[in-house]
T-cell receptor, first 112, second 115 residues
């Protein structure tokens, strides 16, 4: 079955530290990849997406992600986080013409 | 431009009661979706509508029905609520017919508790 796995359910970091949120998916067939962010008590909003082209994708708020086809991964990174980045982050994948499948989510907690 | 709106924001039901969650979008989008969000499980698709007049089941449709009333509105009905339906429900929309690789735009959610 097609699946999306976010390897860390919670990631605590200090302000201004770098962070990486990991995402792996189950199949190397044609995929489209997304990261969404959910701030407390709000709906989800798109951070970035990979459809084709350069494997390094830049998104909003200084986040970027790299598509690695051989490792079936799409990890999200930010070189220096702020308190305002505290939120839940969801990796999501469309497998070959199907519907969007979400990972379990990673809670990023940025501490002063 | 309000985007995607959902009503109500909160609801408490007793087992066996029925209710309808309302969703509307003002972005002239073709596709609309209903998801449920449970701790540790991410978002799971309940139903979707690829265009006005069509609806299809998603991953977890049992216990739910939907109506695409017009292009703007997509409602989700629980006919006989069960405690397992306690969750946060999100409505989303995307521009294209059938969505494809579109960005989805989410409403603020409805927090439902079934006692």
């Amino acid at each position: 079955a097609q699946s999306v796995t976010q390897l860390d359910s919670q990631v605590p970091v200090f302000e201004e530290a770098p962070v990486e949120l990991r995402c792996n998916y189950s199949s190397s067939v044609s995929v489209y990849l997304f990261w969404y962010v959910q701030y407390p008590n709000q709906g989800l909003q798109l951070l970035l997406k990979y459809l084709s082209g350069s494997t390094l994708v830049k998104g909003i708020n200084g986040f970027e992600a790299e598509f690695n086809k051989s490792q079936t991964s799409f990890h999200l990174r930010k070189p220096s986080v702020h308190i305002s980045d505290t939120a839940e982050y969801f990796c999501a994948v469309i497998f070959q013409g199907g519907k969007l499948i979400f990972g379990q989510g990673t809670e990023l907690s940025v501490k002063p | 431009n309000a985007g995607v709106t959902q009503t109500p924001k909160f609801q408490v039901l007793k087992t066996g009661q029925s209710m309808t969650l309302q969703c509307a979008q003002d972005m002239n989008h073709n596709s609309m979706y209903w998801y449920r969000q449970d701790p540790g499980m991410g978002l799971r698709l309940i139903y979707y509508s690829a265009s006005e007049g069509t609806t299809d089941k998603g991953e977890v449709p049992n216990g739910y029905n939907v109506s695409r009333l017009n292009k703007r509105e997509f409602s989700l009905r629980l006919e006989s609520a069960a405690p397992s339906q306690t969750s946060v429900y999100f409505c989303a929309s995307s521009p294209q017919v059938g969505a494809g690789t579109d960005t989805q735009y989410f409403g603020p959610g409805t927090r439902l508790t079934v006692l």
